[in-house]
T-cell receptor, first 109, second 111 residues
Framework: GQSLEQPSEVTAVEGAIVQINCTYQTSGFYGLSWYQQHDGGAPTFLSYNALDGLEETGRFSSFLSRSDSYGYLLLQELQMKDSASYFC??????????FGPGTRLSVLP | NAGVTQTPKFRVLKTGQSMTLLCAQDMNHEYMYWYRQDPGMGLRLIHYSVGEGTTAKGEVPDGYNVSRLKKQNFLLGLESAAPSQTSVYFCASRTSTDTQYFGPGTRLTVL
């Protein structure tokens, strides 16, 4: 089976850095990806890790530790438009995806 | 380049009625997915396809069927709708490097 855990809510101020953690239990784990979803919208892809280490894409970075079954999404220079829900998702070797419950990020002025 | 499109955007059904949701992508992706998202929750995988003519079950397949007759289209069918199937349905297509592109979603209400 597969399951993922994330914090339900995170609050930070504009310009700050925030880290959203994700732990997973995935049989045949292949990789971990991150998605952003604004209220009423569709999820959009942010980042992906198949190997241990840090992947950087502009203000967003994602980290994976396969030995700890753990990853995180790092958002830097927070902006008001970053207020959204963030989901981690694990994939197994069978092309099957499982999404976490989501973390609601509120960015305060 | 339209990306991923879904038809219809909204639908109201009565219990026991059937319907088909259509997903189309113009990015030539092999992999396509159908998810449902209930309020305040994450996405749950219903069915997926790794190529034309193939389908596989995801986490919550009961009550749904799918077909992938053409590479660009992935159809989701509800044979006998139930109120528990009230949800937002998202289709996605995926690159070989795990980037999923989502459609705008279909909001389905079953009365």
């Amino acid at each position: 089976g597969q399951s993922l855990e994330q914090p339900s809510e995170v609050t930070a101020v504009e310009g700050a850095i925030v880290q959203i953690n994700c732990t997973y239990q995935t049989s045949g784990f292949y990789g971990l990806s991150w998605y952003q979803q604004h209220d009423g919208g569709a999820p959009t892809f942010l980042s992906y890790n198949a190997l241990d280490g840090l992947e950087e894409t502009g203000r967003f970075s994602s980290f994976l530790s396969r030995s700890d079954s753990y990853g995180y999404l790092l958002l830097q220079e927070l902006q008001m438009k970053d207020s959204a829900s963030y989901f981690c998702a694990s994939r197994d070797y069978g092309q099957n995806f499982v999404f976490g419950p989501g973390t609601r990020l509120s960015v305060l002025p | 380049n339209a990306g991923v499109t879904q038809t219809p955007k909204f639908r109201v059904l009565k219990t026991g009625q059937s319907m088909t949701l259509l997903c189309a992508q113009d990015m030539n992706h092999e992999y396509m997915y159908w998810y449902r998202q209930d309020p305040g929750m994450g996405l749950r995988l219903i069915h997926y396809s790794v190529g034309e003519g193939t389908t596989a079950k995801g986490e919550v397949p009961d009550g749904y069927n799918v077909s992938r007759l053409k590479k660009q289209n992935f159809l989701l069918g509800l044979e006998s709708a139930a109120p528990s199937q009230t949800s937002v349905y998202f289709c996605a297509s995926r690159t070989s490097t795990d980037t999923q592109y989502f459609g705008p979603g279909t909001r389905l209400t079953v009365l």
